[in-house]
C-alpha cells in the first residue's frame, strides 16, 4: 500500500490542484493507495478546501494540527498515520506545487530495483538566486561531512520503504527532515537519487528564509554527532579531552624545563596559561564524556526507556 504524506501551511490555493494530481498517480499504482495531508496549523482555508477534496476523493485523508509544529512533526504525524494504516511505502511531498506527481512512477520503480529510499533530485531548480546557491552550497557541506551519497539532501520528494519510515521518525523534530537521507544512510539504509522535473511555485510564497541555512548546519552537527556517537559519548569527549590535556601538559613540562634548567622567568608566559587552560579544558572533556556514558549505560539498562 502507497501513502502520500504532504505537510501544508497556508497552501490553500495549491492544494485544490495538487491533490487530486497525486491522487491519480498514487490510484493508478495502488487501488488502495490514500493521499494524507497534514495540516500544519494553516490559517487560511486549507480546512475547507480539504473537506471538498474528500468529499471528492475517497482515497484523501486530513490531519490537523491545530498551531504550527513544523515540517519536521508533520512528517513524523504523517508517517506513523501512515504506518498504522499498514503502509509498505511512504512518499513525502511538497504542498508548493514544486514537485511534479508525475514523477513518482520513476521513484517507485527504483523502490522496485532495491533501494529503500529514493529522493528526487532537483538538478535543475526553478527557484531564486539565493536559493539556489545556499541550497547548492548545503548539499556540498552535507555530503562532505555525512559521507552519504547525494546530490540533492534537502528535496522534499522522497519514497521510502515502510521500515525506513519506522527508523527515522524519531529522529524527526526540529528541523532534521532536511536531513533523512543521511539518517536512513547512517542506519544501514540503501539510498538513491533519481532526477526529476522541478517547477516554480505555483501560487503563494515561501515559508522558510535565509536562516534556514544556517539552522540546517547546525541540525548537521547534530545528526552527525547522534549517528557516529550516540552509544559512545566518550570516544568523542573524551578523544578530545586527552589531547587538550596532552597538549596542556607538553606546554607545563617545556616551561617547568625552562624554569628550572635555564633559570627563566615563566610567570609572564602567555604560554603558562594556555597549558593550565588546556589542562582544564582536557579534564572536564573527559569527564563530561564518563557522564555521558553513565547516561547511556542507565537508558540501556531500562528497557522502558529503550521501548
Known amino acids: 500500500m502507497i501513502w502520500v504524506v504532504v505537510p501544508a501551511l497556508d497552501e490553500a490555493e495549491n492544494l485544490v490542484e495538487l491533490v487530486p494530481r497525486i491522487a491519480a498517480e498514487v490510484l493508478a499504482f495502488d487501488p488502495l493507495g490514500r493521499v494524507l495531508v497534514v495540516d500544519d496549523g494553516s490559517t487560511d482555508d486549507t480546512g475547507k478546501v480539504m473537506a471538498r477534496l474528500m468529499g471528492d476523493l475517497p482515497c484523501v485523508e486530513l490531519e490537523t494540527h491545530r498551531h504550527n509544529l513544523g515540517k519536521a512533526a508533520a512528517l513524523q504525524h504523517g508517517f506513523a498515520r501512515a504506518l498504522d494504516g499498514g503502509a509498505d511505502v511512504v512518499v513525502m511531498m511538497d504542498a508548493d506545487g514544486q514537485d511534479d506527481p508525475a514523477e513518482l512512477p520513476r521513484l517507485l520503480a527504483r523502490l522496485e530495483d532495491g533501494a529503500d529510499l529514493v529522493t528526487g533530485a532537483r538538478?535543475?531548480?526553478?527557484?531564486?538566486?539565493?536559493?539556489?546557491?545556499?541550497?547548492?552550497?548545503?548539499?556540498?557541506?552535507?555530503?562532505?561531512?555525512s559521507g552519504a551519497p547525494g546530490r540533492d539532501f534537502n528535496s522534499g520528494f522522497k519514497a521510502m520503504r515502510a521500515d525506513v519510515a519506522r527508523d527515522v521518525s524519531p529522529m524527526l523534530y526540529g528541523e532534521m527532515h532536511r536531513y533523512l537521507t543521511v539518517i536512513a544512510h547512517g542506519l544501514g539504509h540503501r539510498v538513491a537519487e533519481v532526477p526529476v522535473q522541478h517547477h516554480a511555485r505555483m501560487r503563494g510564497s515561501s515559508k522558510y528564509g535565509l536562516n534556514?541555512?544556517?539552522?540546517?548546519?547546525?541540525?548537521?552537527?547534530?545528526?552527525?554527532?547522534?549517528?557516529?556517537?550516540?552509544?559512545?559519548?566518550?570516544?568523542?569527549?573524551?578523544?578530545?579531552?586527552?589531547?587538550?590535556?596532552?597538549?596542556?601538559?607538553?606546554?607545563?613540562?617545556?616551561?617547568?624545563?625552562?624554569?628550572?634548567?635555564?633559570?627563566?622567568?615563566?610567570?609572564?608566559?602567555?604560554?603558562?596559561?594556555?597549558?593550565?587552560?588546556?589542562?582544564?579544558?582536557?579534564?572536564?572533556?573527559?569527564?563530561?564524556?564518563?557522564?555521558?556514558?553513565?547516561?547511556?549505560?542507565?537508558?540501556?539498562?531500562?528497557?522502558?526507556?529503550?521501548?
Not at 538538478?123 to 561531512?145: A, I, M, P, Q
Request: charged share 20%; with cysteine; proline share 3%.
Open 123 to 145: 538538478l535543475e531548480r526553478h527557484d531564486r538566486f539565493v536559493k539556489r546557491t545556499t541550497s547548492r552550497l548545503y548539499n556540498r557541506t552535507t555530503g562532505l561531512l
Open 212 to 307: 534556514r541555512f544556517w539552522r540546517g548546519m547546525s541540525d548537521l552537527v547534530t545528526v552527525r554527532f547522534l549517528l557516529s556517537y550516540e552509544h559512545r559519548p566518550s570516544h568523542l569527549f573524551g578523544g578530545i579531552g586527552v589531547l587538550s590535556f596532552l597538549a596542556g601538559m607538553v606546554c607545563l613540562v617545556w616551561l617547568t624545563g625552562l624554569k628550572l634548567v635555564a633559570g627563566l622567568a615563566i610567570g609572564d608566559r602567555p604560554l603558562l596559561i594556555a597549558g593550565v587552560l588546556l589542562v582544564m579544558v582536557g579534564l572536564q572533556l573527559t569527564l563530561f564524556g564518563l557522564l555521558a556514558e553513565l547516561v547511556v549505560n542507565a537508558r540501556n539498562r531500562d528497557p522502558g526507556r529503550r521501548a
